[in-house]
């Protein structure tokens, strides 16, 4: 009797645990939140990598749908330089790899205005809607990891298509 007691309370726990491990991956995989794109987007940034030292990004790129890596995903990234201004220095555009991931090298932004410091990013690839967000660096890091997780297209409800950078910047462009 003792030993079925603890077989179920083992078997129990064991379930609790996997159920929890289910919602932290749940929650782990739920979409990057859209910020503004601001009025300082120019499209085409630059294909590189690095645009400055100082301060490194890297993370993944991953699916809302099961968290699994997306390959090829093209990421630009803008940011004020120095001198608390938008300039052509400090624009980027990045690819995933296989992996799923990506890494830019940049100095860290200045702030301007009331804006805190930020790093802007648009994510674009077939088969997921598009997405605008930011990256706020905390004062003093030298580095920071952000997941990008993007929703697929089929999962909008809207018909899909979407996704597209220059959709992504249409004035009114509709987002959740």
């Known amino acids: 009797m003792r030993k079925d007691r603890f077989s179920r309370c083992c078997l129990l726990a064991l379930m609790l ?35 400055g030292k100082g301060y490194v990004l890297t993370g993944t790129v991953r699916s809302s749908a099961d968290c699994s890596p997306i390959p090829n995903a093209r990421i630009e990234f803008w940011h004020t330089g120095p001198a608390g201004t938008y300039d052509d220095a400090h624009r980027a555009t990045v690819v995933t790899g296989k992996d799923g991931r990506y890494r830019l090298q940049t100095s860290p932004p200045a702030s301007y205005g009331q804006r805190p410091p930020h790093i802007h990013i648009l994510v674009d690839v077939k088969g997921f809607e598009g997405l605008v967000t930011q990256h706020y660096p905390k004062r003093g890091a030298i580095s920071a990891t952000l997941d990008l997780v993007l929703v697929p297209e089929s ?22």
Do not use: M
């Open 17 to 51: 645990l996997l159920a929890g491990q289910g919602i932290a991956d749940a929650r782990r995989c739920a979409p990057t939140p859209w910020d503004e794109i601001g009025p300082f987007y120019r499209p085409n940034a630059p294909v590189r990598n690095s645009i």
């Open 155 to 176: 999962e909008q409800g809207d018909g899909g298509g979407n996704g597209r950078a220059e959709d992504l910047v249409r004035p009114g462009k509709q987002h959740r």
